[in-house]
């Protein structure tokens, strides 16, 4: 949490559940809604969409952490809460993630599956603490 009590993107992301849009799409929806804000209107408080924004860091570092069943994450559901994520695309070399890292690709241009949750906190208070404003809009760091 930061000093407002705003919960983290990434507190936020391992706590919230999501709508699993491409199984409504295999349910026999005519068009696969494209946000949680078209499936479901009245229940935003608790749902997210089963992708969500990269997060980043004081010192501008970036990295997307995902969590649903379709992402490598554990438990792979779409209720979470989660504690291995999917990390993807970080900005800079994670040496650390080695072991996680899903091909020969540089760190920057690959996917690290069923990272451990602290990890991924220790990576984001290495680089300054997450940028965080309130619930949907991040800005204000959090450490």
């Known amino acids: 949490m930061n000093q407002n009590n ?16 491409f199984a409504q799409a295999r349910l026999g929806n005519k068009r696969m809604p494209r946000t949680v804000h078209e499936y479901q209107p009245r229940e935003l408080s608790y749902l997210r969409n089963d992708t969500v924004d990269r997060i980043t ?11 649903s069943a379709h992402h490598y994450c554990s438990p792979r559901n779409n209720e979470g809460p989660w504690d291995e994520v999917e990390v993807g695309f970080p900005s800079v070399e ?3 993630w080695l072991d996680y890292r899903d091909g020969p690709k540089q760190d920057v241009d690959n996917v690290f599956g069923y990272v451990p949750v ?9 680089h300054g603490g997450e940028v965080v404003t309130t619930a949907g809009s991040f800005s204000q760091v959090s450490e």
């Open 6 to 21: 705003n919960p983290s993107q990434l507190d936020w992301l391992l706590n919230t559940p999501c709508v699993d849009l």
């Open 57 to 67: 860091c004081a010192d501008g570092t970036s990295l997307s952490v995902q969590a």
């Open 94 to 96: 994670v040496p650390e």
């Open 118 to 126: 602290q990890l991924v906190r220790d990576f984001i208070a290495a």
